[in-house]
């Protein structure tokens, strides 16, 4: 096996492209791969499907690394390191055992796309500066478990992307009708009953956006307009009629509605 | 309205004074006592009537004539202080009473110098007047107040109304047709052009080169744009999406509108989704999102992925069938159950 792992790197170290793919490869340290921290250059690397534990700070020493994959791994924690990777516009850690992401994440310099899909995490998980991320494009958080987004959420002002799919959240902040960028939003299954009215401003009918937000315990004027279609959602929360009935929903207090996503079967909860 | 003049005025009285010696006194009596006169007595003698010098005197006053000046009305003399009071008119301006030319009009009587235009001042007795709400205006003023209220403006050259489209010319509005073109003649319409103290119609003004601005259609005086087969100005050149002026950088056009380079792409769909540049030759689409050649792949291990390839989404994303396969089961159960729903419901 290390035999042909070391093939692998050793072709990457003589060819030009300075890209690494090993996919399912069973590795389980990242520095155990032979001949891997001679790869200095190296601008990609995919590590999907392997059974890796951690990420070595030294990774940060890749300093030409724009795309890292680790979808499908058993990593319970990044390096801090990570956020001072200069050129690191992709980072995709989906499905891995993350609970947390680390302190001054926030300060990576030039991301992009980040997927933390299939994890433990929730808003009390995102590190103080995680909003400093203002070159982030798409984010991708389904299947965490967020209850609440904090309002520091409008910060992300260049967000194209946005997938909460799947969480556990029973209110969107208004400050989501900040990202006027938006062009695809993800909210299907989750606890939430109303949208902010804030959310008018945003652009999500059109053919080139997407709108999800099936599985949701609606409040019924809202899940009427779902009937007949998104467009009529959003010129429903625009209307002060419903402005009206979001400030009185939102004095009233009504407690969220219950948990319903069994996650107990999540491979990212299940101990090995 | 016209206007009554009344000659009042001294020309009844004539003013004598004669030498009692001369005359012959046999039966004369005094017009006004009827008494005879005595011989050495002072008498006065007007249009050969007699009066004793006390009995000649005002009607109205008794006191002799000053300077012997009188004023007679109906067979009575009067000083003129007195005629005036009970007779002679006064000016509903000055209030000063009227001898002389009397101007009557809007019920009240003028000295001729004292009735004037309310609005420019300009003497009326002799060209007549307009009453308008209680006023008396000259015939301009009334025409410029008529159009004021007609909400159009005022020949500055003719003082009518201007009907049609009025022409600005150094402030004031004209009917275009006082004018001819600078340079063909032609007489001038509203849309005429100013250019350098000069009026042009809008032909020769075109010929002379002056752009008009594509946006705001007025002409450019400054740094011209050239784009989309039309002239802009420079802050008026703009993207269709977000209104910015591209103010010298590169613009993109399709169906002749012009876009900045990210919206271009963001609504023509030509930006990588991986390596968010801008695709030059082949793309892939799928998701509502593109692929330049090198980046088209599955979006969990990487691999390559053609035309021809079967995908599966997740979260709008392509995965191979190989990573598919991988997921946990709970997971794929979840997707189908999405999938078929939405299949369902016919989305």
């Known amino acids: 096996m290390a035999s042909k792992l070391k093939k692998l790197v050793d072709d990457v170290k003589d060819s030009s492209n300075p890209e690494l793919d090993l996919v399912d490869k069973g590795i389980v340290n990242i520095l155990e791969i032979p001949g891997f921290v001679n790869l200095k250059n190296l601008t990609k690397v995919v590590l999907a499907h392997n059974k890796i534990t951690s990420v070595p700070p030294s990774i940060a020493n890749f300093l030409n690394l724009e795309i890292i994959i680790l979808f499908n791994n058993a990593i319970e924690e990044l390096p801090t390191t990570l956020s001072s990777m200069p050129k690191l516009k992709t980072l995709n850690v989906g499905m891995n055992r993350l609970s947390a992401l680390p302190r001054g994440f926030g300060a990576c310099p030039m991301l992009e796309v980040l997927d933390v899909t299939y994890n433990n995490l929730s808003e009390h998980s995102l590190p103080g500066n995680f909003f400093c991320l203002d070159t982030l494009r798409a984010l991708y958080m389904g299947d965490n478990d967020f209850e609440n987004l904090p309002p520091e959420f409008g910060r992300l002002k260049n967000l194209q992307i946005l997938v909460l799919r799947d969480n556990d959240l029973v209110a969107l902040p208004k400050e989501m009708g900040e990202l006027i960028r938006l062009r695809e939003l993800h909210i299907q299954g989750n606890r939430l009953t109303v949208l902010p009215p804030e959310m008018g401003n945003l652009d999500l009918i059109g053919t080139k956006q997407i709108f999800k937000a099936d599985g949701n315990p609606w409040v019924t004027p809202i899940a009427d307009q779902f009937q007949v279609g998104i467009s009529h959602v959003f010129d429903y929360i625009r209307s002060d009629t419903y402005k009206f009935l979001y400030g009185r929903h939102m004095a009233a207090g009504a407690a969220p509605p219950p948990k319903t996503n069994d996650k107990s079967k999540k491979i990212s909860r299940i101990k090995k | 309205m016209t206007m009554d ?14 030498d009692s010696a001369t005359m012959s006194l046999g039966s004369a009596v005094c017009q006004r006592c009827g008494e005879g006169f005595g011989l050495d007595e002072q008498i006065v003698n007007s249009n050969g009537q007699m009066w004793h010098t006390y009995c000649f005197v005002c009607a109205q006053c008794f006191q002799p004539f000053p300077e012997g000046r009188f004023f007679e009305f109906e067979g009575r003399k009067y000083c003129e202080h007195d005629f005036c009071v009970l007779f002679a008119p006064s000016c509903a301006k000055c209030g000063e009473f009227i001898s002389g030319r009397v101007i009557k009009a809007m019920n009240a009587s003028w000295h ?28 301009d003023c009334n025409a410029m107040e008529k159009a004021k209220g007609l909400g159009k403006y005022f020949c500055f050259k003719c003082h009518s109304i201007i009907d049609g489209g009025h022409l600005k010319w150094k402030g004031e509005p004209y009917h275009p047709y006082h004018f001819n073109c600078h340079s063909c003649g032609c007489e001038l319409k509203e849309d005429a052009r100013e250019k350098d103290g000069n009026l042009y119609c809008l032909r020769c003004h075109d010929k002379m080169g002056i752009p008009i601005c594509g946006a705001c259609r007025r002409p450019i005086e400054e740094r011209v744009v050239h784009a989309l087969g039309k002239t802009w100005h420079v802050e008026h050149f703009v993207c269709a999406k977000c209104e910015k002026p591209f103010l010298g950088t590169r613009h993109y056009e399709k169906k002749g509108l012009a876009y900045c380079e990210i919206h271009y792409h963001q609504l023509f769909g030509n930006i990588c989704f991986v390596c968010n540049n ?39 994303k392509p995965v191979c069938k190989g990573c598919y396969d991988k997921f946990p089961g709970e997971l794929k159960k979840r997707l189908k159950k999405a999938y078929d729903e939405a299949i369902k419901s016919g989305k």
Do not use: Y
């Open chain 2, 5 to 18: 003049e009344d000659a009042t005025s001294d020309n009844s009285s004539v003013v004598t004074f004669c």
């Open chain 2, 112 to 139: 001729p110098e004292c009735f004037r235009c309310f609005s420019c001042s300009k003497i009326l007795a002799d060209e007549g007047f307009i009453k308008n709400q209680g006023r008396a205006l000259c015939k």
């Open chain 2, 278 to 316: 801008i695709i030059n030759g082949d793309v892939f689409s799928a998701f509502n999102k593109a692929w330049c050649v090198h980046h088209f792949a599955c979006s969990i291990c990487d691999k390559k992925m053609s035309q021809k390839t079967k995908f599966f989404e997740f979260d709008q």
